[in-house]
């Protein structure tokens, strides 16, 4: 089955500092990469996305490293704030003009303090 | 533009009861998908119609779920009977059609536990 893997399960930083969350990933067929933020009670919502012809993507904060020969991707969110605490998913999907399924990571639950 | 609406937001229903789900997508959205989020999880595809038509059901348990989209718009989830297991958030998400990217979204779930 084509699976995501994601690390760390839980993350906490000091407000003002760096949050890292990876992925890998197996099914080389994958050519989307979108990271998604979930709110409690909320349903997830789109952060960012790359695709495998670039290494780095910056959106604000925001940025997606991606390695295509280590089939890893990662997301850097920069001067964390409080409210950036949510739970961080890494999602893949074949082929973003296809509307096909997503597959996510586990998920990462990201604590910043005040 | 107004979100994906479901309902109810929560359930809660006893082993080997039926439950259903209801979800309106975003108005032009021809793409819609059934995803079930169990706690500490990340969301796992049931079903994605395109239309009214079904693209994939691969990973619906289909002994116990069924799922419709009646005139290509909204949908309704069933679970019939409902197991322990079936706990979790379903979480439904719309798109444009053939597009996984900005245009895809999700709803804020509807909550299920099973008792």
């Known amino acids: 089955q084509q699976q995501v893997k994601q690390s760390p399960q839980s993350l906490i930083v000091q407000k003002g500092g760096i949050s890292i969350i990876n992925c890998a990933y197996e099914?080389?067929?994958?050519?989307?990469f979108p990271w998604y933020q979930q709110f409690p009670g909320k349903g997830p919502a789109l952060l960012i996305a790359?695709?495998?012809?670039?290494s780095e993507k910056k959106e604000g904060r925001f940025t997606i490293s991606f390695n295509k020969s280590a089939k890893q991707f990662s997301l850097h969110i920069m001067d964390s704030q409080p409210g950036d605490s949510a739970t961080y998913f890494c999602?893949?999907?074949?082929?973003?003009?296809?509307?096909?399924?997503?597959?996510f990571g586990e998920g990462t639950q990201l604590t910043v303090n005040p | 533009e107004a979100g994906v609406a479901q309902s109810p937001r929560y359930k809660i229903i006893e082993k080997r009861q039926s439950v259903a789900f209801w979800c309106n997508p975003i108005?032009?959205?021809?793409?819609l998908y059934w995803y079930q989020q169990i706690l500490g999880q990340g969301p796992k595809l049931l079903i994605q119609?395109?239309?009214?038509?079904?693209?994939?059901d691969s990973q619906l348990p289909k002994d116990r779920f069924s799922a419709e989209r009646l005139k290509g718009v909204d949908s309704t989830l069933k679970i019939q009977p409902a197991k322990l297991e079936d706990s979790a958030v379903y979480l439904c998400?719309?798109?444009?059609?053939?597009?996984?990217?900005?245009?895809?979204?999700f709803g804020s779930g509807t909550r299920l536990t099973v008792v």
């Open positions: 999602a893949a999907s074949i082929g973003e003009t296809s509307g096909s399924r997503l597959t």
């Open positions: 998400a719309s798109s444009l059609v053939n597009r996984a990217g900005k245009g895809y979204t």
């Open positions: 790359i695709r495998p012809d670039v």
């Open positions: 099914n080389t067929a994958f050519d989307y």
């Open positions: 108005s032009g959205h021809a793409t």
């Open positions: 119609f395109q239309n009214n038509g079904v693209v994939d």
